[in-house]
């Protein structure tokens, strides 16, 4: 049984976020409206990452995001 993750509305503009995976080796959460996102975590292995899709989906979810409003 595969583990859902919950995603909080975007903390920019309360859009969609969405996991994304890059080239097999990190993943992000993105708004799907706006761009907003968290870091990069790297994985090497499965258990990683299901580990860094945790970690990022806990940091979307605390509202620690990158946004390229003004001022960031």
């Given at each position: ?44 292995t499965e258990g990683e990452k299901k580990e860094a899709e945790k970690s990022v989906a806990y940091l979307w ?12």
């Open positions: 049984m595969e583990d859902k993750l919950f995603l909080e509305e975007c903390p920019i503009c309360r859009g969609p976020g969405m996991l994304l995976h890059e080239g097999g080796w990190c993943v992000q959460v993105e708004c799907t409206d706006c761009s907003a996102h968290t870091v990069y975590m790297e994985y090497n979810n605390m509202g620690k995001v990158v946004s390229s409003e003004r001022g960031e």
